[in-house]
Nanobody, 125 residues
Framework: QVQLVESGGGLVQAGGSLRLSCAASGRTFSNYAMGWFRQAPGKEREFVAA????????NYADSVKGRFTISRDNARNAVYLQMNSLKPEDTAVYYC??????????????????WGQGTQVTVSS
């Protein structure tokens, strides 16, 4: 399995921006579709965005469409989540996930078999 480590979380005011990064190691990164999920306190983990192995296809949850952008750099073994126009309801722990030979259409927890430890994002009003 691929090992994943997220970074870039923090505290930001509503309307601000953050860029999350996820560094991958252990396997051929370009063989993995990548996703971002988040979990707010007291809520279930939910899908945020996914990207295909080549980076040519992306998929977003309706709640973040137009505000968040997922991208990847296969040469650097990294996937990113650019988050703009942040809202207090975006506050959550954000997780990076990987699926071997997956696709960007995968938006369920069970679609992914490697997970990072998460990074906290807090948006103040």
């Amino acid at each position: 399995q691929v090992q994943l480590v997220e970074s870039g979380g923090g505290l930001v005011q509503a309307g601000g921006s953050l860029r999350l990064s996820c560094a991958a190691s252990g396997r051929t990164f370009s063989n993995y579709a990548m996703g971002w999920f988040r979990q707010a306190p007291g809520k279930e983990r939910e899908f945020v965005a996914a990207i295909s192995r080549s980076g040519g296809s992306t998929n977003y949850a309706d709640s973040v469409k137009g505000r968040f952008t997922i991208s990847r750099d296969n040469a650097r073994n990294a996937v990113y989540l650019q988050m703009n126009s942040l809202k207090p309801e975006d506050t959550a722990v954000y997780y990076c996930a990987a699926r071997y030979f997956g696709t960007s259409s995968m938006s369920s927890l069970g679609d992914y078999n490697s997970w990072g430890q998460g990074t906290q994002v807090t948006v103040s009003s």
